[in-house]
C-alpha cells in the first residue's frame, strides 16, 4: 500500500513524467523523473521516509547520510527515525576555513549508510564514496527510492558496493498501470526502451592513483618497508604492527593463515591502517581463470576485495586474471609476480618480460611487479624493463644474504635498494627477531639511505 501510494503521488505532483526527454548523458528517454520537490508534501516526504526505514533498519552501519539537496532532508528524518547520527559530504569543495569535506562528527573506520533519491547512472555514489573514504569512513550500502539505471545494481556490487533500491523502473510502470495513470502503449513504449541494450556505460574508476598514494606514504615515512605479516594468531599479528607500524608504509598479510580469524579482525586491521598510517596488501597469489578469481576476491569468509589496497596476481592464467578480479572494482590494485624468490622457480626471462607486458596494458589495476634477483647487477638488468611509473617490490631479503630450509632465497637490503627496489617486502627478518621495532627501524634507515640518495 505504501509502496503504491507513494508512486501515486509522485505522480501527482508531476515528479514522474512522460514525453521525449533528453538526459544528462544525451541520451533519449521516454520518461524523467524530478523527485526535488517532494520535501515540500508530507505526505510523499513521510512515506519515502518509512519505506527507507524498513528496507535499511537490519544493516550494520554507524551513521547515515543523503547525498545534497534532495535526499540530505530524507536521511535527517531517517536517521532521526533509527537513532543515528547523521553526516554529509560538502557538494563543492571549500577553499578557505578548514577543509573539511564531510559535515559532521565522525570516527575513522567507521561504516556509513548514504541515501539518494534516484540513480541513474551510479556514478555519483562512486564519486560520494571516494570522498568519504578519503576521510577514512566505509561505504558500503546504499539505498535509492527510484533506480532508474541500466544494470547499476550488478555493476555496483562488482564494485563492492550494495545498492538498496526501494523501486526499480518496471515496478512503477506497473503500479502506474493498474492505476489508469498511463496507457497500455506508453507502457509498453517504455518496455522496450528498457529492453534495449543501451551502449556501455561503465562506472569510471579511478584505481592507479592507489600507487600514487603508495608512493606517497614512501616520501611521508621515509620508508620501504613493507612488513610481511605472516604469523597465525591475531594477538602477536597486532602486537608486532603496534611496535613497528612508524617504520613500515604497508602491512603483507596471509589471511589464511591466521587461526582465530574472524570479522573482528578485518574491522581491527582497517581501524589501524588509518590510525597508525599504512596500506593493506593482501598476499593471496590469484591463479585462476577470471570467473573463478572474481568469487575468490569477493566471497567466502575473507572477502578481501572488501579491505586489501592490493593484492598479488599471478599472470599465467593470462589476461582474463584482471579481467575477472577487476572489472568494475574501484579503489582496488595489485602486483603481478614477475620472479619469485624461490629457488628452482619456473619464471624464466621471457615470463617475466611478459609479465610486464600484461602489467603495462593494465597499468590502471597493476601498480607494480614482485621481483626477485640474487645480485643488484640482475635485479637492475630486471628493473631496467619495468614500464615507468610501476613499482618494483623485492621479497627474499634479509640483513645478511642467505637461503631457509625450504628454497627461500635472501638478498641484503643494500643489494635490493642498489639494484632499484622501492619496497622491500621483510617478513621473518623482522617478525622472528626479538626486538621487532628495533630491527624495522633498522631495516627501514639502511634501505632509505640508498633510495634517498638516488
Ligand atoms: O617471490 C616471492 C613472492 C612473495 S610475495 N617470494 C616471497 O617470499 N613472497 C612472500 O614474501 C612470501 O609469501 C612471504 O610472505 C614473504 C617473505 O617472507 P620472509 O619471512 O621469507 O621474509
Known amino acids: 500500500m505504501k509502496k503504491e501510494f507513494f508512486i501515486l503521488r509522485l505522480h501527482d505532483i508531476g515528479a514522474i513524467k512522460f514525453g521525449e526527454f533528453t538526459l544528462k548523458s544525451g541520451k533519449k528517454s521516454p520518461f524523467y523523473f524530478d523527485l526535488r520537490d517532494m520535501i515540500s508534501y508530507p505526505d510523499i516526504l513521510n512515506t519515502a521516509v518509512n519505506l527507507i526505514v524498513d528496507k535499511i533498519e537490519d544493516l550494520d552501519f554507524d551513521y547515515i547520510s543523503g547525498i545534497p539537496y534532495t535526499a540530505l532532508p530524507i536521511a535527517t528524518l531517517v536517521a532521526d527515525i533509527l537513532d543515528k547520527p547523521l553526516i554529509y559530504a560538502r557538494k563543492e569543495e571549500k577553499s578557505y576555513g578548514t577543509k573539511n569535506t564531510i559535515i559532521g562528527k565522525f570516527e575513522k573506520g567507521s561504516k556509513c549508510l548514504i541515501i539518494d533519491d534516484l540513480i541513474t547512472s551510479g556514478e555519483s555514489i562512486i564519486e560520494i564514496s571516494e570522498k568519504f573514504n578519503k576521510e577514512g569512513i566505509e561505504t558500503i550500502d546504499f539505498s535509492v527510492l527510484i533506480d532508474r539505471s541500466d544494470n547499476a545494481k550488478q555493476k555496483l556490487s562488482n564494485a563492492g558496493f550494495n545498492l538498496h533500491p526501494i523501486f526499480e523502473l518496471d515496478e512503477v510502470i506497473k503500479i502506474l ?256 627477531n626479538n626486538n621487532p621495532e628495533k630491527i624495522a627501524k633498522e631495516y627501514k634507515e639502511r634501505a632509505w639511505k640508498i633510495y634517498s640518495n638516488k
Not at 598476499?283 to 578481501?304: C, E, S
Not at 574501484?330 to 620472479?339: E, G, P
Not at 638488468?381 to 619495468?386: P, T, V
Open 177 to 432: 498501470r493498474t492505476n489508469n495513470r498511463i496507457t497500455k502503449q506508453r507502457a509498453s513504449q517504455i518496455k522496450k526502451y528498457t529492453n534495449v541494450k543501451h551502449e556501455k556505460t561503465d562506472i569510471k574508476v579511478k584505481n592507479n592513483h592507489l600507487t600514487k598514494i603508495l608512493k606517497q606514504k614512501i616520501e611521508q615515512k621515509k620508508s620501504n618497508l613493507i612488513l610481511s605479516l605472516d604469523v597465525d594468531n591475531q594477538k602477536d599479528f597486532f602486537e608486532i604492527i603496534d611496535k613497528t607500524y612508524k617504520h613500515i608504509v604497508m602491512v603483507k598479510t596471509h589471511v589464511d593463515i591466521i587461526n582465530d580469524f574472524d570479522e573482528n579482525f578485518i574491522k581491527k586491521l582497517k581501524e589501524y591502517a588509518i590510525t597508525r598510517n599504512f596500506m593493506i596488501f593482501e598476499d593471496r597469489k590469484f591463479a585462476d581463470i577470471g570467473n573463478t578469481v572474481q568469487k575468490q576476491y569477493k566471497n567466502g569468509i575473507y572477502k578481501i576485495k572488501q579491505w586489501s589496497n592490493f593484492i598479488t596476481v599471478h599472470a599465467s592464467p593470462g589476461e582474463g586474471i584482471l579481467q575477472g578480479l577487476f572489472s568494475g572494482v574501484v579503489n582496488r590494485s595489485s602486483f603481478l609476480l614477475a620472479k619469485m624468490s624461490s629457488k628452482g622457480n619456473l619464471m624464466n626471462d621471457n615470463y617475466t618480460r611478459q609479465v610486464f607486458e600484461m602489467g603495462k596494458k593494465y597499468s590502471d589495476v597493476v601498480s607494480g611487479y614482485i621481483v626477485h634477483a640474487n645480485t643488484k647487477e640482475e635485479l637492475q638488468r630486471l628493473k631496467n624493463k619495468i614500464p615507468k611509473g610501476q613499482l618494483l617490490l623485492m621479497p627474499g631479503v634479509k640483513l645478511k644474504a642467505g637461503e631457509d630450509a625450504t628454497g627461500q632465497q635472501y638478498t641484503t637490503v643494500e643489494d635490493a635498494m642498489q639494484g632499484g627496489a622501492d619496497c622491500i617486502i621483510v617478513g621473518r627478518g623482522i617478525i622472528a
